[in-house]
């Protein structure tokens, strides 16, 4: 999958479309505009019509969002600092990754691409309109200079998602290629084509690791017009943007002005929605969806409603068990937490059953394991049997179920027999070890809105005397300590691709459990799930793919290092009516901002307050 946004697009076997003659003669290399992990590009030419952009649309009016939290820093490249929401729009990457295609990459500062037949090297030709925003070509140079600091200096995920790579090198004026370690990383040319190019000229003297509110030079189609550090941030169209009349652009970044103002507080943030101060707000509370949206102007039709179905894998989120702790390295201590979460009772008397309890990290599409394995995932499954959980063989994982009452008796059962066996009894009210030692911890959250849901999950486990406090924490601080690893449990959410590769590195690999600001938050280190994220990666078919990642699947559900919580299979947005869309939207990106526009008739009557 693709670095840097959630691109989460399957996979379709390797071509390269669009080559010159001379290079279609060619059958053991591959050059042109698109390129698919599986199968073949679904777009044959770069003057594609795009079905879910509006070229026609205006280039105009002002949007306003509402973040959380805060920000110190431009640089969104650095574990240090935290970045301005948005800021990651002005650099271009190699390639676009298209939201109506499974996994599939085509060009954008890149105008082609090569590869052999066993992906043991991708080069990449830029386009020689590609410029920054000084009007100064962007230069093979740039493009090596960005890999090589990205690999070495930047966010550990490039380092885990570059590591097959041995090396960049100019090899024509306007061409860099890539050379891999061997050709068992199948997913190395598209991953390169979402290397964010960055200037090495204004980079020279500067240091890369440090936070900054200096603004790089940019290449993208928004530059930074103005900030108050921590409070608000506004990005500009770049009118003479060099990359706007690309195929992939037309119909994009239709916006002049984009804003994002600064909340400590949820409740505070809805109410700037509700005000005005905001245009566009995405919900995740199903509670905040049935209950808190009939205030006036939903009423008489000035803000919109819309449920668009997603077609991606949904997310899973979960309390997460830091498993560097001693306290939670036994299975047992963690199914026993697991099973007072009463997901029934919380979603029917706080989110008015919106949502459904998650299960699969890989839910709502067929990579999801269900049943019990088929001959196929048992050819890769029964040679790491005594390695993986027995119930992997043997039974469905499915989470605890309640009957929604509030009487979880039947689970406190199992739990205290489960930590009894784990070595933990009740005394004196409290679970308790031969050494004396209370089973207790913390859970950090860095939005208040997540105590509604917590809360109750600490009250029924103080049913079997297990003290699980909960701190909520500004979202600096909460940075610094999940970068550091100084929590017992958080709440973290895992968004999957539809053709799943080098990212599971990330989030469940090894060699990804120490580093600071890993997805592997958890700290999960298990020599059975590398290999199985090690087959994913090296999967030459969509079938072995498939089949693959459904054993991992398995694997990390009875794993148990989190305690589910729930999904939705819709994206929940509110606006204040002056926006027109696309009436199609990508399949893969059901909600893309980046495609409205601000409508000159529907923003005046909503201004004049006239409704009909």
């Given at each position: 999958m693709a670095i840097g946004r959630r691109d989460v697009l399957a996979g379709s076997t390797v071509l390269w479309i669009g080559a010159p003659s001379i290079l279609r003669a060619?059958?053991?290399?591959?050059?042109?505009?698109?390129?698919?992990?599986?199968?073949?590009?679904?777009?044959?030419?770069?003057?594609?019509?795009?079905?879910?952009?509006?070229?026609?649309?205006?280039?105009?009016?002002?949007?306003?969002?509402?973040?959380?939290?805060?920000?110190?820093?431009?640089?969104?490249?650095?574990?240090?600092?935290?970045?301005?929401?948005?800021?990651?729009?002005l650099w271009d990457t190699l390639c676009w990754n298209a939201p109506d295609e499974a996994f599939t990459v085509y060009g954008l500062l890149a105008e082609t691409m090569e590869v052999p037949d066993d992906r043991s090297w991708t080069a990449f030709t830029l386009r020689p309109?590609?410029?920054?925003?000084?009007?100064?070509?962007?230069?093979?140079?740039?493009?090596?200079?960005?890999?090589?600091?990205?690999?070495?200096?930047?966010?550990?995920?490039?380092?885990?998602?570059?590591?097959?790579?041995?090396k960049a090198e100019q090899v024509e004026e306007r061409k860099?290629?890539?050379?891999?370690?061997d050709s068992?990383?199948?997913?190395?040319?598209?991953?390169?084509?979402?290397?964010?190019?960055?200037?090495?000229?204004?980079?020279?003297?500067?240091?890369?690791?440090?936070?900054?509110?200096?603004?790089?030079?940019?290449?993208?189609?928004?530059k930074v017009d103005s900030y108050d550090a921590g409070r608000s941030i506004t990005y500009r169209r770049v009118p003479d943007y060099w990359g706007k009349d690309l195929w992939m652009n037309r119909g994009r970044y239709n916006f002049e002005t984009t804003r994002y103002d600064y909340y400590r507080d949820n409740d505070v943030l809805f109410e700037a929605f509700k005000a005005g101060d905001a245009d566009i707000r995405r919900e995740n509370s199903g509670r905040n969806w049935m209950t808190k949206y009939d205030f006036p102007a939903v009423k008489d039709g000035r803000v919109k409603r819309d449920e668009i179905p997603d077609q991606l894998p949904?997310?899973?989120?979960?309390?997460?068990?830091?498993?560097?702790?001693?306290?939670?390295?036994?299975?047992?201590?963690?199914?026993?937490?697991?099973?007072m979460y009463d997901f029934e009772w919380i979603n029917k008397n706080l989110s008015y059953g919106f949502f459904t309890r998650s299960r699969s990290f890989f839910g709502n599409s067929e990579l999801e394991a269900k049943g019990l394995p088929s001959p196929e995932e048992l050819r890769i499954l029964e040679p790491l049997r005594g390695k993986i959980p027995d119930e992997v063989f043997t039974t469905e994982y499915q989470?605890?179920?309640?009957?929604?009452?509030?009487?979880?008796?039947?689970?406190?059962?199992?739990?205290?027999?489960?930590?009894?066996?784990?070595?933990?009894?009740?005394?004196?009210?409290?679970?308790?070890?031969?050494?004396?030692?209370?089973?207790?911890?913390?859970?950090?959250?860095?939005?208040?809105?997540?105590?509604?849901?917590?809360?109750?999950?600490?009250?029924?486990?103080?049913?079997?005397?297990?003290?699980m406090s909960v701190r909520t924490i500004d979202t600096s601080q909460y940075r610094r300590r999940t970068d550091s690893f100084d929590f017992d449990m958080v709440i973290d959410i895992w968004g999957q691709a539809l053709s799943p590769g080098n990212e599971q590195r990330e989030f469940w690999g090894s060699q990804a459990a120490d580093r600071p600001g890993t997805k592997n938050s958890m700290g999960l280190r298990d020599p059975a799930v590398d290999q199985?994220?090690?087959?994913?990666?090296?999967?030459?078919?969509?079938?072995?793919?498939?089949?693959?990642?459904?054993?991992?699947?398995?694997?990390?559900?009875?794993l148990q290092f989190l305690v589910p919580q729930f999904r939705n299979g819709s994206e929940l947005v509110a606006y204040w009516d002056r926006f027109s869309r696309p009436e199609k939207t990508a399949r893969y990106e059901p909600i893309s901002f980046d495609t409205w526009w601000v409508d000159e008739a529907k923003d005046k009557d909503l201004k004049r307050g006239d409704k009909t």
């Open positions: 060619q059958p053991k290399m591959h050059v042109g505009h698109g390129f698919a992990m599986h199968g073949e590009p679904l777009h044959p030419s770069p003057d594609t019509k795009l079905e879910f952009l509006n070229p026609a649309a205006p280039k105009a009016g002002a949007v306003k969002f509402a973040a959380l939290g805060t920000f110190d820093s431009l640089h969104p490249f650095t574990l240090k600092g935290v970045p301005a929401t948005g800021i990651g729009v309109q590609a410029k920054w925003i000084d009007g100064t070509p962007i230069t093979v140079a740039d493009v090596i200079w960005s890999f090589d600091t990205l690999k070495a200096k930047g966010p550990p995920r490039y380092a885990s998602y570059y590591a097959d790579v041995l860099v290629r890539f050379s891999f370690r068992t990383n199948r997913e190395l040319p598209l991953i390169l084509g979402s290397l964010p190019v960055l200037p090495s000229k204004w980079w020279a003297g500067k240091e890369f690791e440090k936070a900054t509110l200096d603004v790089a030079l940019s290449s993208g189609p928004y949904q997310p899973m989120q979960g309390f997460v068990f830091n498993l560097r702790r001693d306290l939670f390295k036994d299975r047992r201590v963690r199914e026993a937490i697991g099973l989470p605890s179920r309640t009957d929604g009452s509030g009487n979880v008796r039947e689970q406190a059962r199992k739990a205290i027999g489960l930590l009894k066996q784990a070595g933990w009894e009740i005394k004196d009210g409290k679970m308790t070890d031969k050494s004396g030692r209370k089973l207790a911890f913390e859970i950090i959250l860095n939005d208040a809105g997540f105590e509604r849901g917590t809360l109750p999950f600490k009250q029924t486990l103080e049913r079997i005397g297990v003290d199985l994220c090690d087959l994913i990666v090296s999967a030459e078919s969509r079938e072995d793919l498939v089949v693959r990642t459904r054993c991992l699947d398995r694997v990390l559900q009875w």
